[in-house]
């Protein structure tokens, strides 16, 4: 399924006829990437689902299909990279009174396939679909923990003669669940630095927002503005409910703000 994002805004839909192509990537970043990446893990799951294997083993191949898109976690990155410029890209574009324009047309263009989302939380979904990998991957994990110790517990049933099971047969489900065990928590890790880095992305997010905030407050600017990346806000000091004229001083990594109210 085409992401909501490329279908309804990205070419050729998309309003690169009033604003430069480096906004459109810095807006989208590589989200077609992501869309081709998606597809073939769509393609992988459900040849798996299909194929003639029992159905545990069919569960058992799950790690090994995610452990194979471990170069592709790298073009996340690469989104996840991107996604605060995208999110910084967007809040000056809405001040475009043309791509206002267009953003609304398209959103009422395309109102049926988007159900109320708009361009902002479609573009955060590649990001929240890292920590859903991740639930589901440790999820699997703790079922093959139990599959190893229930192929245990048949090795000793079989010992003591409860079982007929032959040999063979069952060390080879052995060998499978160990193997897929053990490409489980590698498939668990490496999508756990992917996740370390979308926690990153959310929390730089929150600051471009509370920073854009601050900034439309503000009176005086003098053109100047404060959506810096490299600038970390610290401590908030809130106005005190004693003083005649409230006033709130911001301690960011770079400066020291005081805003008043009027």
């Known amino acids: 399924q085409k992401p909501l994002a490329i279908s309804c805004y990205y070419p050729p839909n998309h309003p690169q ?4 192509l480096k906004e459109v990537i810095s807006l989208f970043g590589n989200a077609e990437d992501l869309l081709l990446i998606n597809a073939s893990l769509l393609e992988e799951l459900e040849r798996n689902a299909g194929s003639a294997e ?3 083993d069919q569960a058992l191949n799950i790690g090994a299909i995610f452990l194979k898109m471990g170069f592709a976690l790298m073009l996340y990155s690469k989104y996840l990279a991107n996604y605060n410029t995208a999110n910084r890209t967007l809040k000056l574009l809405e001040e475009n009174k ?3 324009a267009w953003l609304a047309s398209t959103e009422e263009q395309h109102a049926a396939a ?3 989302q708009r361009l902002p939380s479609l573009l955060i979904q590649p990001v929240q679909r890292i920590p859903r990998y991740r639930m589901l991957l440790e999820e699997l994990l703790k079922q093959y923990g139990k599959f190893q110790q229930a192929d ?3 090795q000793l049933a079989q010992i003591t003669g409860a079982l007929s099971t032959a040999s063979g047969e069952q060390e080879r489900r052995q060998i499978k669940v160990d193997n897929a065990v053990r490409e489980m928590k590698e498939a668990v890790r490496k999508i ?3 996740a370390a880095q979308v926690n990153e992305a959310i929390r730089e997010k929150e600051r471009t ?3 854009f905030e601050m900034q439309q407050s503000l009176k005086g600017l003098g053109g100047r503005t404060l959506m810096d990346h490299e600038r970390r806000l610290g401590v908030h000091k809130p106005p005190s409910p004693h003083s005649l004229t409230a006033r709130q001083v911001t301690c960011s990594s770079d400066m020291l703000l005081c ?4």
Request: glycine letters at 8%; hydrophobic letters at 40%; a neutral charge.
């Open 98 to 100: 043309k791509f206002a």
């Open 259 to 262: 805003r008043r109210w009027q």
């Open 54 to 56: 029992p159905p545990l």
């Open 152 to 154: 245990v517990e048949t």
């Open 192 to 194: 756990g630095e992917v």
């Open 209 to 211: 927002e509370e920073l």
């Open 114 to 116: 988007l159900r109320g």
């Open 17 to 20: 006829r009033f604003l430069e």
